[in-house]
């Protein structure tokens, strides 16, 4: 077993990012300029907001942090939307999710001009993505890619069963592991909660992409030998003896999986750490793209 280790890949990729914004400090350009919004005080949103904003600051972005009130209404975020859209300091800005009940995400989501959604979520981004077309890709499903490819992890020809079918997650990554090329010509199965025999389809894959959030879902018995295990569940358990109160566990069983897989992912320190790297990815991306513009 090899583990899919994303804290550390993503730290290489926040070192070969910070060496392009050096050089682009020493021509005298503008370097990217990371904006997100977060709307209310949830804790885990909080945290990994937290997390964006100060990748940005260790890798020499500029980064804004745009704080607004849990009771913010949609016509108020909508016009906080058009000030960074009109911003051109702001290269990419997010919107962090889920929004308060009051808050259409739909009309957020349609409200960010595609070339700074660095989130790839804009309907004009995710349909590029569909059509092969150059765009951003979903920050999540962009660093699972990533991983696979910098471990050199085979996808063509193999049977790919993602669990989940959220827009974030695993709507995109059904998309993009079925696309041409590698990491993609796999034959994907998008699973949900209306699917019947789950249990068996999971055990003909070759490849798992768990995004379900369900802690302990995947046991061993439910894998093929040597399958590659991709763990995109994120649940904070309430734990008392822990020093933040809780711990952080993944949808799988890792201790035992871990012994069936051929490569496997931890949570935390998997594809959580390539989720911020990979945007910070995308920003990078859009400072270049509005560069050329130019
Ligand atoms: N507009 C938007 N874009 C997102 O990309 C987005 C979002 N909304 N809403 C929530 C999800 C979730 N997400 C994570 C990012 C990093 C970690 C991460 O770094 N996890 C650490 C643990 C962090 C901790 O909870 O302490 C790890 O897995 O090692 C996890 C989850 C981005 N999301």
């Not at 699972?144 to 997650?169: A, D, F, N, P």
């Not at 871990?258 to 991306?285: C, D, H, Q, R, Y």
Request: proline share 5%; with cysteine; net charge neutral.
């Amino acid at each position: 077993m090899e583990l899919l280790d994303g804290k550390k890949v993503s730290n290489q990729i926040k070192t070969e990012i910070a060496a392009e914004v050096a050089k682009m400090r020493d021509r005298g350009e503008k370097v990217p300029h990371l904006a997100a919004v977060i709307v209310g005080s949830d804790g885990a949103s909080l945290t990994y907001v937290g997390s964006k904003v100060r990748s940005c600051q260790q890798i020499g972005f500029e980064s804004t942090l745009v704080q607004l009130p849990s009771t913010t209404s949609e016509q108020e975020l909508l016009k906080k939307i058009e000030e960074l859209n009109q911003d051109a300091d702001i290269d990419g800005f997010i919107v962090q999710l889920p929004l308060p009940e009051q808050i259409n995400e739909q009309r957020v989501l349609l409200a960010i001009d595609p070339d700074k959604d660095v989130d790839g979520f804009h309907p004009t981004n995710f349909g590029k993505m569909a059509l092969d077309m150059s765009t951003f890709i979903p920050a999540t499903p962009f660093g699972i890619l990533e991983l696979l490819e910098r471990y050199k992890v085979e996808t063509q020809g193999k049977h790919t069963v993602v669990i989940g079918r959220s827009h974030i997650v695993g709507r995109p990554m059904s998309i993009l592991m079925g696309r041409k090329g590698w990491p993609g010509n796999s034959t994907v199965t998008l699973t949900h909660s209306h699917t019947k025999n789950i249990t068996q389809i999971i055990s003909q894959a070759d490849i798992v992409i768990s995004a379900l959030g369900v802690p302990n879902f995947l046991k061993a018995e439910m894998v093929k030998d040597g399958a590659v295990i991709i763990d995109v569940g994120i649940t904070r358990v309430p734990d008392e003896t822990k020093e933040k109160g809780y711990y952080i566990t993944g949808d799988v069983d890792f201790e035992n999986v871990s012994k069936k897989a051929s490569f496997i992912t931890p949570v935390p320190g998997g594809v959580g750490p390539m989720t911020i790297a990979m945007l910070l990815k995308n920003t990078l991306l859009a400072r270049e793209r509005h560069r050329s513009k130019k």
